[in-house]
């Protein structure tokens, strides 16, 4: 099933450290977004959202900041595990409608 | 609560064979989709639906049919397979009730030769 995930750009960390995933969307108009992790072989897994009221969410372990003013969203992972070990994308909405706008991925390696 | 199941989970066709992907969730959510995923691309929209009996074509729907008799259930057929139709394929559900947050499947790796 390691068909979706090559060629990605690739982020390589040290377990115990953080890591930051970024993202820029591209319409001005989205105000929903979402983080997804996907594993080899499975299907993607909501992490965290917001909406663009917020600039700044926190989940466990995760944070996901939102910079309106260029377009840029990140995901930042606490002391990360090798469980985090997996391909990370963004997803972008405009509220009252059903289209979403997916990014291509980050590849996320935790190092032993 | 099982959340969107989609099955099979692998499949061979040869091209020009039919086939159907199914999906089904059971959170009661309105919106259903099915995407698919290729490499060095973001997931793609062929069809959605946002109630029983209505569909709507999204970004790639050719060669894709897709129906919604029943909430819970809405299932994709490859008409006459072709080897561009080989991808992993995501069923999705949603709804307006609980956020708009899209919720996924499993998948299905889908190749013709």
């Known amino acids: 099933g390691e068909s979706v995930g090559l060629h990605l750009p690739t982020l390589s960390v040290q377990e115990g450290d953080n890591s930051i995933i970024n993202c820029a969307y591209s319409?001005?108009?989205?105000?929903?977004f979402i983080w997804y992790k996907q594993e080899s072989g499975k299907g993607p897994q909501f992490i965290i959202d917001?909406?663009?009221?917020?600039d700044k969410r926190q989940g466990q372990r995760v944070t996901v900041l939102l910079n309106k003013t260029v377009k840029h969203l990140s995901l930042q992972i606490a002391a990360t595990q090798p469980g985090d070990s997996a391909v990370y994308f963004c997803?972008?909405?405009?509220?009252?409608?059903?289209?979403?706008?997916f990014g291509t991925g980050t590849r996320l390696k935790v190092l032993a | 609560n099982a959340g969107v199941t989609q099955t099979p989970k692998f499949q061979v066709l040869k091209t020009g064979q039919s086939m159907t992907l199914q999906c089904a969730q059971d959170?009661?959510?309105?919106?259903m989709s099915w995407y698919r995923q290729d490499p060095g691309m973001g997931l793609r929209l062929i069809h959605y639906?946002?109630?029983?009996?209505?569909?709507d074509q999204g970004e790639v729907p050719n060669g894709y049919n897709v129906s919604r008799s029943t909430t819970e259930d809405f299932p994709l057929r490859l008409l006459s397979a072709a080897p561009s139709q080989t991808s992993v394929y995501f069923c999705?559900?949603?709804?307006?009730?609980?956020?708009?947050?899209?919720?996924f499947g499993e998948g299905s790796w889908l190749t013709v030769v």
């Open positions: 999705a559900s949603s709804s307006p009730r609980s956020g708009n947050t899209i919720y």
């Open positions: 319409n001005s108009a989205s105000d929903y």
């Open positions: 917001i909406r663009s009221n917020m």
């Open positions: 997803a972008e909405n405009q509220e009252g409608t059903y289209k979403y706008i």
């Open positions: 959170m009661n959510h309105e919106y």
């Open positions: 639906s946002v109630g029983a009996g209505i569909t």
